[in-house]
């Protein structure tokens, strides 16, 4: 079933004033998710916050079932995470790498977790290897197999790149990472939400994701999702535990929790945790397969009509494209180009440095406009968007 775009703009509140083409940065949460959060916030200041829990408990509960649908695994299989670089540290930091030990990894990797492969590296001795780009600007999966040898202990991707809309080939290299028994850690941040994600298709070990951006959530809420035998045959160790993950069971002995909220804390953002869960159900509502194609319609419809004009110059890559839309304008920088829009009402971003400095550098490049669309955009704002970028300053 095709989206109801109706249905969508007016229970996106912003939509009646606002052209949002910055999903990739943050979404708008639909009214009924922040209804949610609202309403969960203000029951814990009339009635207290330990109390608004107990009472909602099956709406806590909720947040693993929706979950464990959308990314086709079981609901013990996840783990509530404040952020998606959180969720991603907590799988990363337990395993267990040595010195000599190699992580593969894709050029366009996000910069947190290239820091934290330099992190291990300086602390524990382990090493990071970029695999080359395909000629399509992809990880290049043959590349990946000849680079695999005995040392290889980790192959750890970002399945979108926060600076493009280059979707990597996640299928293909967890087909790679099953076949030499290879850990695989997935950066899913910008892909849950917009495209069908599906744990078992992929073949991953661990898969991040955030709540704010393509799921449409609130801000400071974020997942991870745990492979069940890491727990059940593997008895994988958090780097940090609390009296939530693991049960004190005498002075001298604790007991690990049997499922994935070993990697969560105690006390978190409850409000948020009930809210995402009602973001993820909302997205099912729609139906991913809906919201990745009119997507993709959007995006490409976006990239195509950017391109006509002079000086335009599209910079994403990939066979596989996904809703974000990158771009450099000769002689107007990104963050002016960005500063301009949201003056004007649109609200896109500039992706340059950290974020995605391995992949950029590579390929000559400093920084980029980036506007993402989602599902909730419309033909308005696709036009409205190109008309300021075509006028130029
Ligand atoms: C590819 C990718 N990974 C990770 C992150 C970090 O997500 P969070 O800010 O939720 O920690 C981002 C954020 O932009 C991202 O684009």
Redesign the pocket.
Known sequence: MPIDLARARAETRACADLVHLNH??ASLMPAPVADALVDWLREEEMTGGYETARRHDGRLENFYDASAKLLNCHRDEIAYVE????A?DMAFYALDLRPGDRILTAECE?G??MIAYLHRARRDGCEVAVVPSDQHGQLDVAALEAMIDARTRLISI?H???GGGLVNPAEAVGAVARKYAIPYLL?A??SVGQMPVDVEKIGCDFL?A?G??YLRGPRGT?LLYVKHRWIAEMDIDPPLLDQHAATLVSETEYRMRGDARRFENWECYFAGKAALGTAIDYALGFGMDAIHQRVTLLADGLRARLAEIPGVTITDQGVDRCGIVTFTKAGEKPVEIRDRCIAKGINISASSGS?SRVGFDRRGLDAVVRASVHYVNDDGDIDRFVEEIRRGE
């Not at 952020?83 to 959180?86: D, G, V």
Request: with cysteine; proline share 4%.
């Open positions: 990739a940065g952020n998606a670089t959180r991603w996000y947190s977790n970002s979108i790149p926060t950066d941040c910008q991040s955030t704010r951006k974020g974020g």
